[in-house]
């Protein structure tokens, strides 16, 4: 079957880095989604991977590695509004070609 | 701008009383999803369409019916709303879907809170 780890909660302080790590099993891995979601709204994608290597966007960056079948986000220069929580999700084969299935998320929490 | 639109935002009913959520989407999207998000979980994906084509989830309840009429609208119909179906319920568009980036960077509508009384 399937299954995403990620941790449950990070805290970190505004300007650090922080790192939120993924791991998956699945069967026709196809790519790894990142999204972010505020309290009481809605997700956001912030990046896709579905080739080893490191995505960068902005302050956000996002890595695979396929074989490890693992990702994790990297948020530098951290804001307060970056305080969120954070979704890995997953598409393949076995979940269908159509669908993602989302890790149970990381909430972050920054502070001064 | 082009965008998920969700009304209402904030549904109350009654235990057992019918409820209709509804999206709107003006991305010209072809694919449209329906999620379950319950406090401090994950999105669960209730049900998805790829045009007209319905994808039903195997753990979807019978509770839980959708439709979509043409592309722009979708809509989800809980029929005998219980107290376990309280949640938000975001809808979502996606421009495809597969293995390229346009199959999982999908638009979330600002969701509808369900509470049941």
């Known amino acids: 079957g399937q299954s995403l780890e990620q941790p449950s909660e990070v805290t970190a302080v505004e300007g650090a880095i922080v790192q939120i790590n993924c791991t998956y099993q699945?069967?026709?891995?196809?790519?790894l989604s990142w999204y972010q979601q505020h309290d009481g709204g809605a997700p956001t994608f912030l990046s896709y991977n579905a080739l080893d290597g490191l995505e960068e966007t902005g302050r956000f960056s996002s890595f695979l590695s396929r074989s490890d079948s693992y990702g994790y986000l990297l948020l530098q220069e951290l804001q307060m509004k970056d305080s969120a929580s954070y979704f890995c999700?997953?598409?393949?084969?076995?979940?269908?070609?159509?669908?993602?299935?989302f890790g149970a998320g990381t909430r972050l929490a920054v502070h001064p | 701008d082009a965008m998920v639109i969700q009304n209402p935002r904030y549904q109350v009913t009654q235990f057992g009383k019918p409820v209709t959520l509804s999206c709107s989407q003006t991305l010209n999207h072809n694919v449209m999803y329906w999620y379950q998000q319950k406090s401090s979980q994950a999105p669960k994906l209730l049900f998805h369409y790829y045009d007209k084509d319905f994808n039903n989830e195997a753990d979807t309840p019978d509770n839980f019916q959708s439709r979509r009429p043409n592309t722009s609208f979708c809509f989800l119909d809980i029929r005998s709303p219980g107290l376990g179906d309280a949640a938000m319920y975001l809808c979502?568009?996606?421009?495809?879907?597969?293995?390229?980036?346009?199959?999982?960077?999908?638009?979330f509508g600002p969701g509808t809170r369900l509470t049941v009384l």
């Open positions: 699945t069967s026709g891995f196809y790519g």
């Open positions: 999700a997953v598409s393949s084969e076995e979940s269908g070609y159509n669908k993602l299935i």
């Open positions: 979502a568009t996606s421009r495809g879907w597969g293995a390229e980036r346009e199959g999982n960077e999908q638009f």
